[in-house]
Structures are given as structure tokens and as C-alpha cells.
């Protein structure tokens, strides 16, 4: 069962937006492959991993966050990843 899920609506191309995910994942030393319809991202936090993957649909970017610290609550993921792409 996936830790937390939410859509991320975006206006423009998927490939810009998911060109900015990318490089938000990738500057916390996080990993992101994929295409412009869907792919997967890990990224460090405080010594334990964020997983995820996402898939687009229209101009919606769907998240599914597969596991992550209990620290961390969904809210804070989502509200992070809107600021760096939307």
C-alpha cells in the first residue's frame, strides 16, 4: 500500500514540468528516471529514503509516494514538490 498519493495539476508541457521535478530531486542528491507519461524518483532525507513514482495524465502529474520516514508527513511532500514545479 502506497505511503501517500496526490495530483499535482500543471499547465505547459509535462516535459518542463517533469524537467524541474528532476532537477529538485536531483538537487537533494536524489535519483529520477522516467519519461513524460511516468517514472519513479528516490531521495534522501535525514538518512532514510523518499520513494516514489509518478505517471501523467493530461495536466495532471499523479504521485505515489511508496514509502517514506514517519517523520514526514505527506502534506510536506506535496506542498514541497508544488513549490519546485508549479
Not at 536524489?30 to 534522501?44: I, L, P
Amino acid at each position: 500500500m502506497a505511503a501517500c498519493t496526490f495530483t499535482i495539476p500543471f499547465s505547459g508541457s509535462a516535459e518542463t514540468v517533469l524537467d524541474k521535478a528532476k532537477k529538485a530531486v536531483e538537487k537533494q542528491s536524489g535519483t529520477f528516471s522516467g519519461d513524460a507519461s511516468q517514472g519513479n524518483f528516490s531521495v534522501s532525507f535525514f538518512g532514510q529514503e523518499i520513494v516514489g513514482g509518478y505517471t501523467v495524465t493530461g495536466n495532471d502529474l499523479n504521485i505515489v509516494i511508496e514509502s517514506k520516514p514517519f517523520m514526514v508527513p505527506c502534506s510536506a511532500i506535496e506542498s514541497f514538490l508544488k513549490s519546485q514545479i508549479v
